[in-house]
T-cell receptor, first 120, second 111 residues
């Protein structure tokens, strides 16, 4: 299957600082990537859809200025948690979908390893 | 939006036992995937199965799209099968590309 690489896997930062998380598709191009957040013992909740060359689409209730998303190339999307606070501590995971072949419509999504953010 | 329900929420098995996990969804879908989340949080792709039946070793899955459910079968379970199993779907309507996840089934396989 396709490989999505996410970095860092774990980060601890101080309150008020910003943290950048990278998501790369290693062996395919992804015009669209997705950022999810997962609280302990809960499911994955979509935060935003990252579109190459255009603005991200955020889900209701997600602060755009808090979670900055940049998708500058077909293989890289970044999520920056700005002015982080302890309540931002969570597991963040990205996903990318392989572009469908000619005539195809829907394809499988692959996920990065996730980033465990702890804000102290 | 589409609703995804998984059952059971928790499942405890003895090694060697078989199990069936279920995923119900409230609307028509054009994508359905099953994942296994390991203890480190990594989501492992198990099946991409918007319809039909697939098998991979001890695991198999069936999606009956017209009746809006999917089943994941685990045979001869092993302790390494422990973890959380998620079902995720993409709605057919509206053109949305996002996957909506169920709440998962936490599987514990005891030796």
């Amino acid at each position: 299957g396709a490989v999505v690489s996410q970095h860092p896997s774990r980060v601890i930062c101080k309150s008020g600082t910003s943290v950048k998380i990278e998501c790369r598709s290693l062996d395919f191009q992804a015009t669209t990537m997705f950022w999810y957040r997962q609280f302990p013992k809960q499911s994955l909740m979509l935060m935003a859809t990252s579109n190459e060359g255009s603005k991200a689409t955020y889900e209701q209730g997600v602060e755009k200025d808090k979670f900055l998303i940049n998708h500058a190339s077909l293989t890289l999307s970044t999520l920056t948690v700005t002015s982080a606070h302890p309540e931002d501590s969570s597991f963040y995971i990205c996903s990318a979908r392989v572009l469908p072949r000619r005539g195809g419509k829907n394809t499988e999504a692959f996920f990065g390893q996730g980033t465990r953010l702890t804000v102290v | 939006g589409i609703q995804v329900e998984q059952s059971p929420p928790d499942l405890i098995l003895q090694e060697g036992a078989n199990s069936t996990l279920r995923c119900n969804f409230s609307d028509s879908v054009n994508n359905l995937q099953w994942f296994h989340q390991n203890p480190w949080g990594q989501l492992i792709n198990l099946f991409y199965i918007p319809s039909g039946t697939k098998q991979n070793g001890r695991l198999s899955a069936t999606t009956v799209a017209t009746e809006r459910y999917s089943l994941l079968y685990i045979s001869s379970s092993q302790t390494t099968d422990s973890g959380v199993y998620f079902c995720a779907v993409r709605e057919s309507q509206g053109g949305s590309e996002k996957l909506v996840f169920g709440k998962g089934t936490k599987l514990t396989v005891n030796p």
